[in-house]
């Protein structure tokens, strides 16, 4: 998506002194039925510029494909459209000699609050019947903190979503009533193999409900 210069220079003074890198704008279709809104870019994604282009891509692919769904359907984003990382040093093992890196890490309820103004402009703009949380960030963004993925993955979940208020100091409700599906992060299956059925289920579900409402 091609953003106002307003919006991007608006996000970008919001975003200073936070440890982000570069900036994926969210991809798909601007008629698209469906949003998925995930966490943040990772090394990949600020590499090729392509929303879930590193290997949670290749299982999100794989989660599509079981509801029946292609990107190509899909308008894909993210709470936060910069990489966040953290500043690591140590000795490399190999040579002895001191290194730093710059692994990717988890956004901040500060670094989402920053890149909310993009995530309204994105809802505003694509209007999308069903949005898609994938992941913890991405849900709380939209309905709180007192939900989660572990309660709540597969759930569909009719309610208005938070927006950013007045004082762009914080989130208000928005007037829209959205269906929401919240999912595991397409990366849980690295940490946690247990997940497997549950997400496979979730997305199985979805293509069903999905078929219900076309």
């Known amino acids: 998506m091609n953003y106002p210069d307003w919006l991007t220079k608006s996000v970008a003074?919001?975003?200073?002194?936070?440890?982000?890198?570069?900036?994926?704008p969210g991809a798909g279709?601007?008629?698209?039925?469906?949003?998925?809104?995930?966490?943040?870019?990772?090394?990949?994604?600020?590499?090729?510029?392509?929303?879930?282009?590193?290997a949670a891509g290749v299982e999100l692919d794989k989660n599509l494909a079981l509801a029946g769904l292609q990107?190509?359907?899909?308008?894909?984003?993210s709470a936060v459209r910069s990489r966040?990382?953290?500043?690591?040093?140590?000795?490399?093992h190999k040579t002895g000699v001191a290194e730093t890196k710059?692994?990717?890490r988890t956004p901040t309820k500060k670094e989402v609050l920053a890149h909310a103004p993009i995530t309204?402009?994105?809802l505003q703009t694509i209007q999308p019947e069903i949005i898609i949380p994938l992941g913890n960030i991405g849900l709380h963004r939209l309905l709180g903190a007192k939900h989660s993925i572990t309660q709540d993955h597969g759930?569909?979940?009719?309610?208005?979503?938070?927006?950013?208020?007045?004082?762009?100091?914080?989130?208000?409700?928005?007037?829209?009533?959205?269906?929401?599906?919240?999912?595991f992060h397409p990366a849980a299956i690295f940490y946690n193999r247990k997940l497997a059925p549950l997400i496979e289920q979730d997305w199985t579900n979805l293509g069903e409900f999905l078929h219900t409402k076309s």
């Open 120 to 122: 309204d402009y994105e």
């Open 29 to 54: 279709p601007k008629d698209a039925r469906l949003l998925i809104l995930g966490e943040a870019p990772g090394r990949k994604e600020i590499v090729s510029l392509v929303p879930f282009s590193g």
């Open 84 to 92: 966040p990382y953290r500043i690591q040093q140590g000795i490399n």
């Open 155 to 183: 759930q569909i979940i009719t309610s208005p979503v938070l927006e950013l208020n007045a004082d762009q100091d914080g989130y208000q409700w928005g007037n829209h009533v959205y269906s929401l599906v919240p999912m």
């Open 13 to 24: 003074n919001r975003s200073q002194g936070f440890l982000l890198e570069g900036f994926v």
């Open 102 to 104: 710059y692994p990717n």
């Open 71 to 77: 990107r190509a359907q899909i308008y894909i984003t």
